[in-house]
């Protein structure tokens, strides 16, 4: 066999795994923006859902171009998030959680009664325009923006209000400004992901943008730790091959999960990759060097 031919039945067997793998990168950064600025939302997975119905109905209903749908995925949940952000982030803590999970129950409902996006059965037919190129591209410009809006007075200001709220705002920080940016900024990284996901999957529906879709998203995140991007990136990679890795425990395969997310959480609870523990880490194994 041809290194030609294993790699068109490689890619044949596992491209939707690997195209899953970079949206769902882009969703653990969406939400690693306004964890970022110390806002737990749950409305990830709503922003998702949005994107995916708007950039669907534009290629199906409208024939319109593949990016033009994409950017109109993004824009709408972004703008959806600041008409809801400016009431709903006075809120923080659970009770920010509760009332963002609440909105993505209000989203998956409506969509759920709507002629236009098929009600309970959702689209089917999506078509498949979704490249691999697509998600490396804007991954990687996912990336660039994030890394270089960490750097910015902006990204700064969000780990301002994170560490202590109060004290951002008697250093003259826009605290509620800053907080509506993250979570508008999280909302169009959702809906884009949203987009690219709807358009190789070739079917959605309004259960695949609820709770539970919503909590995956989170844990992803925190999985792979918040304190950088490489952090969301790598929980959302392992959690993304786990399913498959884990299919010969078909039967045990949710409480191995389940177990694996216990044990991070207990022993390692600023995700697998905290800088400061790989440093440490390294400065003990240097330092035992030198003494041996």
Known sequence: MSFMEWWDGFWATYNTVIFSIGVNAMLALSIYVTLSCGLLSLANAAFMGIGA????LLTMQFDMPFPVA???????????????????LRLSGVYLAMATLGFGEVVRVIVLNLDITGGPMGLNGV?????WWHIVLLLGVTIYCLARLRRSKTGRAFEAIKEDEVAA????VNVAGYKLLAFVIGAA???????????????????????????????MAVFGGTSNLIGPMIGSTILSLLPEVLRHFKDFRLAINGLILILVVLYLP???WDPRRIRAILGRNAADKKVK
Request: proline share 8%; hydrophobic share 45%.
């Open 127 to 131: 078509p498949p325009l979704t490249e």
């Open 270 to 272: 600023k995700g697998i």
């Open 169 to 172: 705002r008697l250093m003259g």
């Open 53 to 56: 119905y708007t950039a669907s």
């Open 189 to 219: 990284i959702a809906g884009v992901a949203g987009g690219l996901n709807a358009h190789f999957t070739f079917t959605i529906g309004p259960n695949n943008y609820g709770f539970e879709n919503a909590v995956d998203i989170l844990t």
């Open 70 to 88: 994409l950017a109109a995925g993004g824009v709408l949940p972004s703008l959806v998030a600041l008409v809801i952000g400016i009431p709903t």
